[in-house]
Each structure stands twice: as C-alpha cells, then as structure tokens.
C-alpha cells in the first residue's frame, strides 16, 4: 500500500467518527433548542443569524480587499500588452517597416515582462489565453485577432470590467476602420 493511500484511508477512517460526533451534536442542540422557551428560541435564532451576518460580511470584505490588494499591478501589467498592441498598430499605421530582428528583441522583452507579470498577478483565464495566443501559429489574420481579443476580453474582465455584448472579434472595432464582422469571410 503506497503512502497516499494510506493517508486517504486514514483521512477517511478520521472523517467517520467526526461525521457521527457532529450529528451527535446537532441532535442534542435541536432537542435542547425544541425544550426552551420560545423567548430563548428566539434570542438563539437572532444570535445566530447575527453570527451568520458578521461572518458573510468579514468574508465579503476580505474577498473584495484581496482583489483589490494585485488590481493596481494587473492593470500595470496588463497596460504593457495593451501598449504593445497599439504600438504595432500604430507603426503599421504610419507604414513604418521596421526588421525583424529589431522587432525581434523590442517585443521579446516586452513580452518577457508581462508574461512574469501575468504569471504573478494575471487570473487563470489570463494565463490561457496568453498561452493559446503564444501558441497560435495559424497565418490568418483573424485568428491571430481572436487570439488578441481572448486575451484583451480575459484582462478586462480580471480587473473587474464587463465584457457584455463584447466578443473576441467586436473588441477590435475600436481601432479598426474596416467591419470587423467581415474580416476573414471570403468575398
């Protein structure tokens, strides 16, 4: 027997007596709770709910101020791709041509930084879709442009933007002149 299946067969064999101990417990709280008075009933039901309150509400808190704790560096991340998109775009705009080598070492070290970045601060759905861009070696230019829009839709939703009524293709319509519904259907 390997020493994981032996923690998972103790585990187990913990879990029952605990299992009968906490039912135990509640059937002596709900015969002790059914005996008392109605005013006790009563004062047990809003301290509980009081309780139950307090503990939602930490935890609510908690949760939001954990993800507004990394929202400042995702966003400073997530502003490097956001930079290196609108830089390409533009250098293709003003027909600058520049060679493949320094574009090469330009966007290397760009990239570098904001996958470190998005490694520390970036939601799982981020990381995907970074990697599935990474990955994508499909020559249209329509699935490199869903391949940038999964990864800008997944950023903006990582810091709490909504994407309603926005697609992997429509996101794009901001910057491009052309029907970005057309692009890639056959004429």
């Known amino acids: 027997m390997s020493s994981a299946t032996k923690q998972q067969a103790l585990g187990f064999l913990l879990l029952i007596p605990i299992i009968l101990g906490g039912g135990w417990l509640l059937v002596v709280f709900f ?63 003003a027909g600058v041509e520049m060679s493949p080598e320094e574009m090469s070492v330009q966007m290397h070290a760009t990239f570098m930084a904001i996958y470190r970045g998005a490694l520390f601060y970036g939601s799982p759905k981020v990381i995907t879709a970074i990697s599935q861009f990474k990955s994508n070696s499909d020559p249209d230019p ?3 442009m869903r391949a940038v829009g999964r990864v800008l839709l997944a950023m903006r939703e990582d810091i709490g933007l909504s994407n309603s009524g926005l697609n992997e293709m429509n996101i794009h319509q901001i910057y491009v002149r052309d029907d970005i519904s057309k692009l890639g259907q056959v004429q």
């Open 31 to 93: 015969r002790a709770f059914s005996a008392a008075d109605k005013s006790v009933q009563a004062s047990i039901i809003a301290a509980g709910v009081a309780v139950f309150s307090v503990v939602f509400t930490f935890w609510k808190e908690r949760s939001r101020s954990l993800k507004e704790a990394h929202r400042d560096k995702k966003i400073e991340v997530y502003s490097q791709f956001y930079d290196l998109v609108f830089s390409l775009l533009k250098q293709a705009q």
């Open 142 to 144: 329509s699935a490199s």
